[in-house]
């Protein structure tokens, strides 16, 4: 017993020293911004000059967390579950408030993951949480392909820059290995993986692989949910745009369209809660590497944007989610998303 508790209290130290590096160097990055005068404060005066272009920005928001959200129905109701669109968005808004508001770097999936499944059948649990992870699995990966959509058409405005071409290698680095890892997932003979599992007998690791090889006869659903994500971050550069329009008028431009994903990419890395000073500084030497100024308070705007749904999600979270996931039948599972 004495053991058990000694290695708890080391992991909840190694937590919180993970915790207290990840915010420390979200300080360092947004003290070197403000002193170097990367940030003009008095460019958010724009907000209240131009509260169409705010408008627009929340609508675009919106429509980021909606369909993020529908990804989850799509892949659950391919696993014989069923999740109206609601209670998703509910469960969306509840993983950014936890993600934004609580150390850690996966305590917003963390959140979804308790509260789709806790009501949940024991038997089920494992195979519920994986498809909550791989719903983000999939939002992750279609993000590393948005950059390449437009670089076809500012590829000249961007060549000359190291950042830039190293940010599109990392992309591509990992779009094709996550595609190469999911398509081994999906299509290894099964004799492979009865060799493997007979190898390593992980029973929590091969529960989730096969739960990922239930997708085999519903790719449909992978194609479909892959779909929703490149809608949702077309969004959130719409979203991105609207702000710079507001805050850095100079800097709306078409190439935004290939700069943007980008820094989300940098923005996602796990280095500080929510990518706060990532970000920004990522933004900052992305629109510099194009000539222009404002990345950081685009950065910053959009972060406030991402503030106002999280405060949301805290308030629904407080309301308490009171959602079960409800098993389908066999013609069920081919209805309409939502019902």
């Known amino acids: 017993m004495a053991a058990a508790e000694g290695l708890e209290q080391a992991a909840r130290a190694r937590r919180w020293m993970s915790a207290v590096l990840r915010f420390g160097i979200a300080a360092l990055l947004m003290a070197y911004l403000i002193q170097s005068s990367a940030i003009d404060w008095q460019a958010f005066r724009g907000f209240g000059d131009h509260p169409d272009l705010v408008l627009a920005a929340l609508v675009s928001l919106s429509v980021t967390v909606v369909a993020t959200a529908a990804r989850l129905p799509i892949l659950l109701r391919a696993m014989g579950f069923g999740l109206c669109l609601v209670p998703a968005i509910q469960l969306t808004l509840m993983g950014l408030f936890f993600g934004l508001f609580l150390p850690g770097s996966a305590s917003g999936d963390a959140a979804k993951i308790y509260y789709a ?3 949940q059948a024991r038997g089920t649990r494992a195979e519920l949480a994986t498809v909550v992870l791989f ?3 999939i939002g992750m990966w279609a993000m590393f392909i948005m950059p390449f959509l437009a670089l076809p058409f500012f590829w000249g405005a961007v060549s000359g820059s190291d950042g830039i071409r190293t940010l599109l290698s990392f992309c591509a680095a990992v779009f094709l290995l996550g595609g190469s890892v999911l398509a081994l997932v999906l299509f290894a003979p099964t004799s ?6 007979s190898l390593l007998r992980l029973e929590l690791a091969w529960r989730v692989v096969d739960a990922i090889r239930g997708y085999r006869s519903s ?3 992978i194609g479909l949910a892959f779909l929703m994500s490149m809608a949702a971050h077309s969004a959130a550069i719409g979203t991105t745009a609207f702000v710079a329009g507001a805050v850095a008028p100079e800097s709306q431009v078409p190439e935004l369209a290939l700069v943007v ?7 996602a890395l796990p280095l500080t809660p929510g990518g706060i000073g990532v970000g920004e500084y990522a933004f900052h030497r992305l629109f510099e590497a194009i000539g222009l100024d404002g990345g950081a308070e685009v950065a910053l705007g959009w972060r406030l944007g991402i503030l106002s749904v999280s405060l949301l999600g805290g308030l629904l979270y407080a309301r308490g989610f009171r959602h079960r996931l409800r098993r389908l039948d066999g013609q069920d599972q081919h209805g309409e998303m939502g019902e």
Not at 192 to 197: E, N, S
Not at 261 to 267: I, K, R, S, T
């Open 117 to 119: 499944v806790s009501q």
């Open 135 to 137: 719903d983000r699995a």
């Open 192 to 197: 492979w993986v009865d060799r493997a599992r």
């Open 219 to 221: 790719l449909r659903a």
């Open 261 to 267: 994903p980008l820094g989300f990419v940098a923005n």
